[in-house]
């Protein structure tokens, strides 16, 4: 006797099959209506153009400022200073969280309403300190983003090392695991998704400040054209250099999100900007080809960010190329 | 209130830390440890804290700076809550599609748009009242957004079978089962809008708390700029404080996440 198979109804093949591409038309076809409009509002006259530049002047802008005036190399820059932040809040914050959590939870007791408080200071207050202490180079600017991001990191990590189901562990050591290994196989994968939503405010917060911070104060980088270019009343600059702002911030929150749901195929997780995650069933685990793709872009963005902070340094101080600099500073 | 060893260990635990490091802090600068160039001691801070209330320098600078957070609070609030309530209750479907506009938007940075405001607004308070509801804006829409997607759907089946009207549906099921949300919202862009006055003030004010202390920076006076430095910080506590009283108050049957 063989199984007949299920019969798969042709309306519900047909809706599987219409509904994303449903969602998706109508999801380009608002971008492409909002861009449209944008367009059509300028050339119309219907807003100063002063104000808001059509978006192939803004393209035509970002376009000149890609050929001659190091676009690629601002850019660099800024994505570098954002990343050592992170990567140094992450190593400074998490060893902390895990120390204070784990081994003195009476000391983290203890020194919690004061780190609340350092977390509650407003950075951009702490920015003139840091110029005092640091001077004015590239240090203050990633002292503020790794203290942004420190904090946000920190906690929760720490909200989830105290939260780790302690049955889990009491397995783990009735079976006899060293403390290597329970931390390694126990700790660190029930806290790291925690670590992850702390690192993605992080990563907001720290592209919200990076702006100011290379604002008041610096050669380089996206705030700085913005900057400049704000000061001379370029208008569709400010648009270009800020559109690249928002593409870089996103392009950095779909990797995290892509690493989230890769590595932890097993949680739900609702975002507070993209909404709830795939569903579990259509996850699978990261392979290790993948994590091994993701650190070596990493590593790349971060050798070429700092090889273009050196570039950027060196062409203040070269001679030839001040002059045709100098038009995008005064 | 009576004070047994339990109250005492209370008080430790809350507020120990702070005065240990207040205390070190003052000992490092008394006994020449920290440099006096860089770093002001508690006390000079004080003493300066208590010039700026006598001379009436505090009060103007504070009162300027928090009617701008307010203000620009506010008008975000009144725009983006019945928005959120509309685009997450009413139009479900416009919502999915316009997510990812809205999410553009507000990835866009506030400081990138300063010279425009400026452009718009003029030099004068509304450019940074602009400025702050723009930054405040987006955690109250999504939040409120979120919170009515996240209503209960039997609650608003059963209410309706009730013969419930649409008016008492949003009063008694949507509002509180959404209101957790939506203060955490608001208390985001509370703690958002005077995060983002301080840079306001700074690139271009005459008044306020984030140009009092770009002006010590500039005239490289360290008690100064450290004393508008630690009033920024209590109004940010304060801030913090009086929306988690607010929360626990009006929304105290839910469990509060902390992050």
Redesign the interface.
């Known amino acids: 006797m063989t199984v007949a198979p299920m019969p798969i109804s042709p309306g519900l093949h047909i809706k599987a099959l219409y509904q994303p591409l449903y969602?998706l038309s109508?999801?380009f076809?608002?971008?492409i209506l909002?861009l449209t409009s944008w367009e059509l509002s300028g050339r119309l006259g219907l807003i100063d153009e002063?104000?808001?530049p059509s978006f192939f002047q803004t393209l035509a802008a970002t376009k000149e400022l890609w050929e001659k005036a190091f676009l690629f190399n601002h850019i660099m820059v800024s994505l570098a200073r954002v990343l050592i932040g992170l990567l140094m809040a992450l190593i400074l914050a998490v060893p902390l969280a895990y120390a204070l959590g784990r081994i003195f939870p009476h000391t983290a007791?203890?020194?919690?309403?004061?780190?609340r408080?350092f977390g509650?200071?407003?950075?951009?207050?702490?920015f003139?300190?840091f110029?005092?202490?640091f001077g004015s180079g590239e240090v203050p600017k990633i002292a503020v983003l790794t203290w942004v991001s420190l904090w946000?990191i920190f906690?929760?990590t720490l909200?989830g090392v105290r939260n780790i189901d302690p049955s889990l562990i009491k397995i783990g050591r009735s079976m006899k695991a060293s403390k290597f290994s329970a931390f390694w196989k126990i700790v660190l994968p029930a806290t790291a998704p925690q670590i992850f939503s702390?690192l993605r405010?992080g990563v907001e917060m720290s592209?919200?400040i990076l702006?100011?911070a290379e604002?008041?104060g610096a050669t380089a980088g996206l705030?700085w054209i913005?900057h400049s270019?704000?000061?001379l009343?370029q208008?569709p600059r400010?648009?270009g250099?800020?559109l690249c702002?928002?593409i870089l911030?996103?392009l950095i929150n779909r990797f995290l999100v892509f690493l989230q749901n890769g590595l932890f195929f097993w949680k739900e997780s609702v975002d507070?900007?993209?909404?709830p995650s795939r569903p579990l069933d259509s996850r699978q685990k990261i392979s290790p080809l993948k994590i091994f793709l993701a650190i070596a872009i990493f590593t790349l963005v971060l050798a070429i960010g700092f090889q273009q902070i050196i570039l950027a340094e060196r062409r203040l101080n070269d001679p030839t190329i001040i002059p045709e600099y100098r038009v995008w500073t005064e | 209130m009576k004070f047994n060893s339990e109250t005492l260990a209370d008080l430790?635990?809350?507020?120990?830390?702070?005065v240990?490091?207040i205390l070190l802090w003052q000992l490092g600068c008394s006994s020449g440890f920290l440099p006096m160039t860089?770093v002001a001691s508690p006390l000079s801070i004080v003493e300066t804290l208590w010039q700026y209330l006598k001379d009436g320098s505090l009060y103007k600078h504070a009162s300027v700076s928090v009617l701008r957070a307010f203000y620009g609070f506010i008008l975000a609030a009144l725009v983006a809550v019945p928005l959120g309530f509309m685009l997450g209750g009413w139009f479900k479907n416009f919502e999915?599609?316009?997510?990812?506009?809205l999410?553009?938007l507000?990835?866009?940075?506030p400081?990138?748009?300063?010279?425009?405001f400026?452009?718009?607004f003029g030099i004068g308070e509304f450019s940074k009242v602009a400025m702050i509801f723009w930054v405040a804006i987006w955690p109250i829409l999504?939040?409120a957004t979120?919170g009515v997607k996240s209503v209960e759907p039997n609650l608003i089946k059963l209410a309706r079978s009730m013969g419930m009207g649409k008016i008492g549906l949003l009063l008694k099921i949507v509002i509180p089962s959404s209101s957790a949300f939506l203060f955490s919202g608001l208390r985001m862009a509370a703690g958002t809008a005077?995060?983002m006055l301080?840079?306001a003030e700074?690139?271009g004010a005459s008044r306020g708390l984030?140009w009092l202390?770009?002006n010590?920076?500039i005239n490289y006076q360290?008690p100064k700029?450290?004393a508008?430095?630690t009033i920024?910080?209590l109004f940010?506590?304060l801030i913090?404080k009086l929306f988690r009283i607010f929360e626990k108050g009006l929304v105290n049957w839910k469990e509060a996440q902390?992050?």
């Open positions: 969602w109508l999801k076809g608002l971008l909002a002063a104000f808001l007791h203890f020194l919690e309403p004061l780190l408080v509650l200071i407003n950075p951009y207050c702490l003139p300190l110029v005092v202490f946000p906690f929760s909200t702390g405010i592209f919200f702006i100011a604002m008041t705030g913005i270019a704000g000061a009343y208008v400010i648009y250099a800020g702002v928002v911030g996103l507070p900007i993209l909404g | 430790f635990y809350r507020g120990g830390s702070i240990l490091f860089f999915r599609v316009f997510n990812p506009l999410v553009f507000g990835q866009f940075n400081f990138a748009l300063f010279s425009v400026l452009l718009l999504l939040n979120l005077f995060f301080i840079p700074m690139m984030g202390i770009i010590a920076q360290i700029l450290y508008g430095t920024i910080v940010g506590l913090d902390v992050i």
